[in-house]
């Protein structure tokens, strides 16, 4: 069955240092999310991607904040000046589009020191 | 942001049934329920949905009273693997997202 993938599983940078997360969706599906988790909290929506450009993005996905598809295939979130609080797992996520589920990725661990 | 609500924690006995409840009483008529699952910190797994109807998949099944104000998803024999925290999530029409509230933590006892 096809996946979601996503790298590094697990990912440690200093504070204001640039971070690329990234995301291989299901090929063909349409629309493109990311989501973040802080330990022991809840999962929460970051941003939503479909042809080619943002079509909804949170409070949390403020200026420091990116999303690109580059290829046709990668999906990639950067997080321009990382700092203590974005530590948390960022989870990838495609659907086929309206009323179809969304199939997650296993996450990327960020820590930010 | 989350527009469904689910006791915190529950508890089954496995190879019991594990019947978990989500209301959603502002529901609109064109918006799905959707189930997932978190196991530890992994991503959160695709389990069910459903619009108005009964349904029914190797996972589990879901039951959507005929007033779409409240859904069970029913896990016919739950396995020590099933413990969980498992989340209802009604997708909005807004956009394309969606939000996650805090869900139910099952826990499966031997």
Redesign the interface.
């Known amino acids: 069955e096809p996946e979601?993938t996503q790298t590094p599983s697990h990912q440690v940078t200093q504070m204001g240092q640039e971070v690329i997360l990234r995301c291989v969706p299901i090929s063909n599906h349409l629309?493109f999310?990311w989501?973040r988790?802080i330990?022991g909290q809840?999962?929460?929506?970051l941003v939503?991607f479909?042809n080619n450009e943002i079509?909804?993005k949170s409070e949390i996905f403020d200026d420091q904040f990116s999303v690109e598809r580059p290829d046709g295939s990668n999906f990639t979130l950067k997080i321009r000046s990382t700092k203590l609080e974005d530590s948390a797992?960022y989870?990838c996520?495609s659907?086929r589009g309206?009323?179809s589920?969304?199939?997650?990725?296993?996450?990327t661990?960020l820590t930010v020191t | 942001?989350a527009k469904t609500t689910q006791p915190p924690s529950m508890d089954c006995a496995e190879g019991r049934a594990a019947n978990l409840p989500c209301n959603h009483s502002t529901i609109s008529g064109n918006e799905?329920v959707?189930w997932y699952r978190?196991i530890h910190?992994?991503?959160?797994?695709?389990i069910i949905?459903g619009l108005k109807n009964n349904e029914t998949n190797e996972m589990a099944s879901l039951i959507i009273t005929e007033d779409r104000k409240s859904s069970t998803l029913i896990l016919p024999h739950a396995t020590l693997r099933d413990t969980a925290v498992y989340?209802c999530i009604v997708?909005l029409?807004?956009?394309?997202?969606?939000?996650?509230?805090?869900?139910t933590s099952l826990t499966v006892i031997p």
């Open positions: 979601v629309y999310y989501y988790q330990l809840k999962v929460e929506f939503s479909y079509s909804e797992m989870f996520a659907d309206l009323d589920p969304l199939h997650f990725g296993n996450g661990r | 942001d799905y959707y978190q910190s992994q991503g959160p797994q695709y949905h989340y997708r029409r807004r956009g394309n997202q969606f939000y996650f509230g805090t869900g």
